[in-house]
């Protein structure tokens, strides 16, 4: 297939890639499709969505996620099970080695990119890749920048990505052969050994995390967003599972975006160009929006087909759990564009307690809101994970804990102060069960848990009367339009009053277990907000 007519930018010479590859640069969908099935790495749905397998990995791999250590990191990134140093030795290795490896390729994509819809905060990104999928990946998931744009783009980071380079662990100071490195002081991503398209996406939104909060001032956050008729914003934050794709696609409201944003000194903005969403048990009468965006120009993976058709079974697990779309934003019929708002009216936290504890909804003070988002809880169930037979409790940072290279404290402090600043109330959503706990009780209804939104979006919760929760402290409403009273008390829903109190008990527990590692790094307000075990 011919170049387009945009010519490959020089800078690829530099990096030593211009002259043993095809580059095959800044493609449109539709040519990169056509390609990723004539060198048979895809196949195409009975809607036109291209269908790929990512290969061994179908999800990100956090343990072998790397920092380089050096002078502008040591001091400033909380080193963790996520933030995991390497020496940058091993980064100038492997990156000749990647590129030696793309260089003897016969073809290779390229592609530039921006991330941030806001201008003020605009990052360039020059995608490298080793296959055309992985390009529309790109294409789909950052922005993408006009012809004339593009002939004098200059990148501010480089991702440079090879599924089928594989590292020596012996020699390479990486874990195994799989690896996703970021270099703060050459702003580089390497990313080998690994198929997974969402590591390039979370690579950069992990960039982001410390940029936009350490640099700019910013708060990054990991969270969906949308807008009402009159401006008003609405934020969505939660873990996988507890509906933040779902509850934030409404259509009496203009969608931002579904993962990735900043809250600015007067807007929230979206980080990206195209949303990722899962497609496990994906209907038509559940999530009409995502349905439809299963169209040529889509990127489907993981996912099967039924039987002797290309029709893809949407139940089914074979691959995995985590198949996924990606898809650009104006796929989604009521997107924003561009995709950037006001200042937040209301946050909503959405968990899913499958131990049927926390109340369905509340509200929280802003020691709550900081304490409850550095806690980022909810609750696996059975099938949502292997080997998970009963409720088991997840905590990840700030609802994101593995794209955070800063203490959760610092995201959690720029979360308070915007809240203090702009007087934005802050909701906790429990999508998960009511009753008793999973196996016991029943899961919350849908068209309840939407009543409760849209009561808050409306101004129908600004008057209601409030009581405390006993051991978490959050403030229970009295009534909500829509939503029987009797069930908005959890533990006047269970049969046994006092099997909740030590189920609440032992989940306060849980809480203050998990915020030991943080205490050190958070106020006297932070604190004050522990639930009471």
Request: net charge negative; with cysteine.
């Amino acid at each position: 297939m011919a170049l387009p007519t945009l010519t490959a930018p020089g800078s690829l010479s530099v990096l030593g890639l211009g002259e043993q590859a095809h580059i095959h640069y800044q493609l449109c969908p539709s040519e990169l499709v056509e390609q990723a099935v004539h060198l048979g790495q895809g196949v195409l749905n009975d809607t036109g969505a291209l269908c790929i397998k990512t290969g061994e990995f179908t999800g990100r791999s956090p343990k072998d996620k790397f920092t380089v250590k050096d002078s502008i990191t040591e001091n400033s990134v909380h080193w963790n099970n996520f933030n995991i140093p390497i020496d940058e030795k091993y980064f100038h290795q492997l990156k000749k080695k990647l590129l030696d490896y793309l260089g003897s390729k016969e073809e290779i994509w390229v592609r530039d990119a921006y991330a941030c819809a806001d201008p003020a905060y605009r990052l360039n990104i020059r995608v490298i890749n080793e296959n055309p999928w992985s390009n529309l990946f790109a294409y789909n998931m950052f922005l993408r920048p006009t012809e004339e744009e593009v002939e004098d783009f200059e990148p501010d980071w480089h991702i440079i990505q090879a599924p089928g380079f594989k590292a020596d662990p012996a020699v390479d100071g990486t874990r195994q052969h799989n690896f996703a490195i970021v270099s703060f002081t050459h702003k580089t991503i390497l990313i080998g050994g690994t198929g997974y398209t969402g590591e390039m996406k979370k690579g950069i939104f992990s960039v982001l995390n410390y940029i936009l909060p350490h640099d700019k001032k910013v708060l990054s956050m990991h969270c969906s967003a949308n807008m009402g008729e009159a401006g008003d914003v609405a934020v969505f934050f939660g873990l996988s599972g507890t509906g933040k794709t779902t509850l934030s696609a409404d259509p009496a409201r203009k969608l931002i975006g579904d993962d990735e944003h900043g809250w600015t000194s007067d807007s929230v903005f979206n980080f990206e160009g195209g949303c990722y969403a899962k497609t496990i048990d994906l209907s038509e009468e559940k999530e009409p929006e995502i349905f439809h965006a299963i169209r040529p120009g889509a990127l489907v993976e993981n996912v099967s087909f039924l039987e002797g058709t290309n029709t893809i079974d949407f139940s089914c697990k074979k691959t995995t759990e985590n198949t996924r779309v990606s898809y650009p934003l104006d796929f989604i019929s009521n997107s924003l564009e561009p995709a950037s708002g006001g200042l937040p009216k209301n946050i909503f936290f959405l968990t899913c307690d499958a131990y049927g504890v926390l109340p369905p909804v509340s509200k929280l003070t802003p020691g709550h809101a900081m304490y409850q988002f550095i806690s980022g809880y909810t609750a696996k169930v059975a099938g949502t994970e292997a080997g998970v037979t009963e409720p088991k409790s997840t905590f990840s940072a700030c609802f994101g804990a593995p794209f955070l290279p800063l203490h959760p404290g610092f995201y959690a402090k720029m979360l308070g102060e915007k809240m203090k600043e702009n007087k934005v109330n802050v909701w906790m959503i429990n999508t998960g069960w009511s009753g008793g706990p999973y196996g016991i009780g029943k899961r919350m209804k849908l068209n309840y848990t939407r009543a409760m939104i849209t009561a808050v979006l409306n101004g129908s919760m600004d008057h209601v009367a409030f009581n405390p929760h006993p051991v978490f402290g959050m403030m229970m409403p009295e009534i909500c339009p829509g939503v029987p009273s009797e069930s908005l008390d959890p533990r006047c829903t269970w049969a046994d009053e006092a099997a909740y109190d030590t189920a609440s008990r032992n989940l306060a527990k849980e809480f203050i277990q998990n915020f030991e590692k943080y205490a050190g790094g958070v106020g006297e307000e932070i604190l004050d907000a522990a639930p009471k075990a």
